[in-house]
């Protein structure tokens, strides 16, 4: 069951949440699984390939995370940055991916990291992005 734990009201996000489901309770704890269909295509149109101004942000206690999509500007920023990412153990999320193969595929550049499909509409509203691949810590925003 999902806890509302604060709501700044807009769009319902059930959508994104409908293909959740619990593991089986026979299985050890786990995080929950996503059903391979219905998952994709993952959008986030306010998001698109391109220059990243980098600038200091707040946000303490953010895990360093990091935002690409299906292309060949992520896919080489990835390369050149994957140490670095690997080091900072930063989480992935892969906006604007069509199918889990091209998810694979994408999982396949960042290797050791984990890289999850998800809009990301709330967080470029929120972080004022309009581009990607971009490296978001708790007190900065790079390309």
Sequence with gaps: MLKVVEDHGGASALPYYQDIEPEPTHAPPVVAGVRSGGAFPVSTPELSPGPVQGRVINAAGLQPMFIVGDDPTSQ????QKLSALQGLQAVGLAVNVISAA?????????PGLQVMPVPASDIAGRLGLQHYPVLITATTLQQ
């Design 76 to 79: 080489a920023w990835l390369k």
């Design 102 to 110: 091209r998810l694979r595929e994408i999982r396949s550049w960042a």
